[in-house]
């Protein structure tokens, strides 16, 4: 009777920890989606897109961003066996180090191929080079403003942590300043 007990038990934890994971991915997935609407929405206004634009517009540059994210899989692969095999302690030969090399070379030269034949083959089948030249500036913008949350973002979750009883930030130029003076 202990048997079977442990056996569901063991079940029930193992399917639990199923559950949790599938919840997490749900959670992962949602995120990426309203970030891909995020992203739709900041470009299709910083290029003013109107409605028979967007339509032929953004299966195109999908296409493109999933050609582009397909090449970076690679490197994210390599550079993640890499990473693995530096934890295991174990060492790269030279020759390795020139393949992850190429490796990174060659990935962002065809994403560079791959960004010239949109921009400027199939992009301008369906769009005006002006509105192509806003996508590039409002791709740039839309990184940058990214980049800008997370670091705001990663601030914040360091400022929760040394934030003082009161709820003031300590002001850490005062102890630098008596640091660099002793």
């Not at 009777?1 to 399917?15: A, H, R």
């Not at 953004?58 to 993640?80: S, T």
């Not at 942590?161 to 009161?166: C, F």
């Amino acid at each position: 009777m202990t048997k079977k007990k442990l056996i569901l038990l063991f079940f029930g934890l193992v399917g639990m920890n199923v559950f949790l994971f599938a919840q997490q991915d749900d959670k992962r997935k949602q995120e990426f989606e309203q970030f891909k609407e995020k992203r739709v929405a900041f470009i299709t206004k910083a290029m003013n897109l109107n409605n028979e634009d967007a339509k032929d517009f953004w299966p195109l540059c999908d296409e493109l961003q999933g050609k582009k994210f397909e090449l970076n899989r690679i490197v994210r692969k390599a550079m993640y066996e890499y990473n693995q095999a530096k934890k295991e302690g174990k060492h790269y030969a030279e020759s390795e180090y020139k393949k992850l090399i190429e490796l990174c070379a060659d990935s962002k030269q065809k994403e560079v191929q791959l960004e010239y034949e949109y921009y400027t083959v199939k992009f301008p089948k369906v769009i005006s080079a002006e509105k192509i030249f806003l996508y590039i500036q409002a791709e740039q913008q839309f990184a940058r403003q990214i980049l800008e949350q997370r670091e705001r973002s990663k601030e914040q979750k360091s400022d929760d942590g040394n934030r003082s009883p009161s709820g003031n930030k300590p002001d850490n130029r005062r102890n630098s300043d008596s640091k660099n003076k002793r």
